[in-house]
């Protein structure tokens, strides 16, 4: 298989699909999970599956399948750190708004790179159902920042202090409300805590970028992709060879 997930994948409950052992099920997605620290590539198609473990169906064991014949084409693919003096911050974070066809709720990704290289990452369900593009994503560049924060004070404890590190989105709303100083109306029911964004890009430890949408690598994270854009995603963000 050339991508983990197809692209017109849209996992279910499919009450009609046949039942299949639970626990063999649970090994698999569990080994797969292992994995993700290492194959950053696969961990939108293994977190999809994940949410089906305690009544799996034949249709969930066939996308765990196609997640195993993606690895078994790739195996020489793995993650490389070189040395490096360069340690800028760097984070991509998108949305799939609404993007869970069964509970209709949003998928967050983002990427996070310290110089060159990809440090952290991530691809998770929300957890409450927004109502609009704009709050769901405004909430999820909250996250994002939450995460460069945290790695930013590990860098200060070795005297590495970065400010002004840029959050490449491709939401241009987003990027207006975080700079306006007026409450806008349409930010209303946003919780407040949410607003440290607000607070963060004033204060200059963060600056908020547009990004195009066909740049924004944190797709890799929160939607199946068609091959030709997963392989240049998956380049992107650090995957290599590293040996037959």
């Known amino acids: ?39 950053r590539d696969i961990m939108f198609s293994v977190w999809v599956c994940a949410k089906f473990q305690v ?13 195993f014949r993606y690895l078994k084409g790739t195996t020489n693919l793995g993650i490389s750190f070189y040395r490096s003096q360069n340690f800028s911050l760097l984070g991509y974070c998108d949305a799939d708004y609404a993007g869970d066809k069964w509970e209709r709720k949003s998928t967050s990704g983002g ?6 290289y990809l440090v952290s990452w991530t691809s998770k369900r929300q957890s409450t159902i927004t109502l609009s593009t704009y709050a769901v994503e405004y909430v999820i560049v909250g996250q ?11 860098l200060e404890d070795y005297d590495i202090y970065e400010s002004s590190i840029h959050v490449l989105y491709d939401n241009t709303v987003v990027i207006s409300i975080s700079k ?3 409450l806008h109306s349409r930010t209303k ?11 963060h890009v004033q204060k200059g430890t963060f600056d908020l970028v547009y990004v195009k ?3 924004q ?10 091959e030709d854009r997963y392989i240049w995603l998956r380049d992107r963000i650090g995957m290599e060879l590293i040996g037959e």
């Open 213 to 215: 949408t066909e740049e």
């Open 180 to 182: 306006n100083l007026v």
């Open 1 to 39: 298989m050339k991508t983990p997930v197809h692209p017109s994948t849209t996992l279910g409950l499919d009450e009609d699909s046949l039942v299949v052992d639970s626990t063999m099920y649970r090994g698999m997605v569990g080994s797969l999970l292992y994995l993700t620290t290492s194959r």
């Open 111 to 116: 990427c996070h790179f310290l110089g060159h």
């Open 55 to 67: 009544r799996p169906k034949k249709v969930h064991l066939q996308a765990i399948k196609h997640i």
């Open 189 to 199: 029911h946003i919780e407040i805590k949410h607003h440290f964004i607000r607070d």
């Open 144 to 154: 994002c920042l939450m995460q460069l924060l945290w790695i930013k004070h590990q």
């Open 217 to 226: 690598l944190a797709d890799i994270f929160t939607k199946p992709l068609l």
